[in-house]
């Protein structure tokens, strides 16, 4: 399974791969039903429905006046790159497809079709540094199931530009083509997000070890070579951000508003943010990174071969002279992995432009080991196959059990049903600061049906939070927690919020006269004729709901509940309804705050 020429079969089985990621991909495209549920791709549909078209090029580039500019459009906080939005809203307009409904869907399926090109590349990659064919098909199959990347081509981010086109200048760098255009694909990573400037190093290596090991030439010619390559992979990369990327400059000078919302950005990058989404952050180890990596993100199958394969070829690159040009993928996957274990954030999505290479390294291991497998059961050819394609069925466990969360309604959707089902109209309900309010608009519904009114669960534990949060439950006949977004984040900031700790454990337990109404999980689950939960263990994000925990769906279900809030808040929360049976006046909740059992 190693040295093969590219056949017909080999074509089928591609385009079989493709297929897959693509069904992958686009199973449960409209995955909120047009609620509008991820706040990010929510924000980039109304920058994307707001710009308009300049009236020529020079209008394009006048970043005071362009009206592709969101800083010209009410948008006074904008950190990522314009041309994805541009891209989407051209898309859009030229199906008849640019309402605020519409919009999302068309930025759903750019991102389906960037990512199913990357498994293309991830293809190309392997074979290249393999000269195996199979090296190649394998790490397409190990990309195109990767489940961090199917959740994330479900959404309208700039996050698929990124991996896409660092992949492609890693690609064009490790077949010794650091060119120009190597500097437009790394342009057009660093034009749809910032972030994307750590591949610049990795180019550089790739750049140094093909000059290293390349024999023909005098040593003068080889440095003025090597120089000249860098300076035409620059020119590409400057010129692709100017002409993407107009905005992030101001006549000949930087941006000062783009420079200001960096800074800004970067000050919720600090353990001592009071910014609602930071607060998640605090107390999570550098470990988490890694592990939310190899657990959620790959799946435990592919995660355990992840690993091996890095292992593996970091010996191989460091103990085999001919096998240097391993360093690549190698110091890639290691450099986002270590700079953001040493970031206060740590969302999961910020690994993804990895994932590409660990494909790479772990469909060349997987070649090895099946092609030792065939040698070993040489006899016997059919129990050799059989052997790997149950290799491949247990890989395929975790991605296709996560589909389920997209065949599935969404969680809070069949929540919004069971609010306009259930409770009465002009009841009082309370929703947390920062997450999303419910019942929110579904049909000819309207949530103006209801009272609803905010606890402030974000403010500072002050001497006045007892009150606040005492005068909220006493009004409310229902409290809807519509994902973990506080309870979890609080729980992980105790000494911050020693007070809300203590709200939190009381409500769950009953003790402040709210009882759980009603509560809807949506988890990876595989088919099963009974329910059967399987918790893994080392994971407390949002634990403090551990004592409510339902598990009554039929189904071999995995309680992703306390992964990193940034793997289940969008797509699948849990959300858990309390209705007020006790009705306590303000005073008597205000008493049982301070009750120490």
Known sequence: MTRHKFQAFHVFLLAGIIALAVVFRTI???????????????????????????????????????????????????????????????????????????????????????????VIVVFLIAIHLSR????????????????LPIQLSHFFTVDPYVTLFATLAVYRALRGKTDFLTGI??????????????????????????????????????????????????????????????????????????????????????????????IQWINASGFQVPSDLVIWGLGIPLGIIGVASFGYYLYRAVTQKHARILFVPVAYILLFIVHQSFQFSKPMRYLWPIYPMIAVLSGMLLTRLFSHIVIHFHARLKLATTVIWAICMILLAWPVSFLSVYTNQNSRVVANTWIYTHIKQQSVI???????????????????????IQLPSFDPDDHEKPRKISTVLAKSDYLILSS???????????????????????????????????????????????????????FYYGYLSRTVESCERRGIQIIDDYADETFTVYDHPKVIIFQNIRHYSTEELTRLFYERN
């Open 28 to 118: 449960g495209i409209r995955w909120d039903g047009g609620a509008h549920l991820h706040p990010d791709e929510r924000f980039l549909t109304m920058v994307a429905t707001n710009i308009t078209w300049p009236k020529n090029i020079i209008e394009y580039f006048d970043t005071r006046r362009s009206p592709m500019n969101p800083h010209n459009k009410d948008f006074s906080f904008y950190v990522y790159g314009t041309y994805p939005t541009h891209l989407t809203k051209a898309a859009a307009l030229a199906i008849g497809k640019q309402t605020y409904d519409e919009t999302p869907i068309v930025g759903r399926i750019i991102s389906v079709v960037l990512d199913t090109a990357t």
């Open 132 to 147: 195996s064919i199979w090296a190649g098909l394998i790490a397409a199959f190990c990309y195109s199931i990767y489940v």
């Open 185 to 278: 694909f790394a342009g057009l990573a660093v034009s749809a997000k910032i972030s994307a400037v750590l591949i610049i190093p990795i180019i550089v290596l790739s750049l140094i070890i093909t000059h290293i090991n390349k024999k023909d030439g005098s040593k003068n010619n080889n440095f003025i070579l090597f120089f000249w390559r860098l300076g035409t992979f620059i020119l590409g990369l400057m010129a692709t951000v100017r002409i993407a990327y107009p905005y992030l400059f101001d006549g000949w000078a930087l941006n000062k508003k783009v420079l200001d919302n960096w800074e800004q950005l970067a000050s919720f990058n600090d353990p001592s943010t009071s910014f609602p989404p930071g």
């Open 430 to 452: 309370a929703w947390e600061h920062w997450d999303d309010p419910m019942p929110f608009p579904m049909n000819e519904l309207s949530p103006s049906n209801y009272q609803q």
């Open 484 to 538: 973990n977004r506080a309870y979890g984040a609080i729980n992980r900031a105790d000494k911050r919020f020693p007070f809300m700790n203590n709200f939190y454990r009381k409500l769950f337990s009953g003790k402040l006269g709210y009882t759980v109404a009603a509560q809807f999980v949506s988890r990876p689950t595989l088919p099963f004729p009974a329910p059967l939960c399987i918790r893994i263990p080392g």
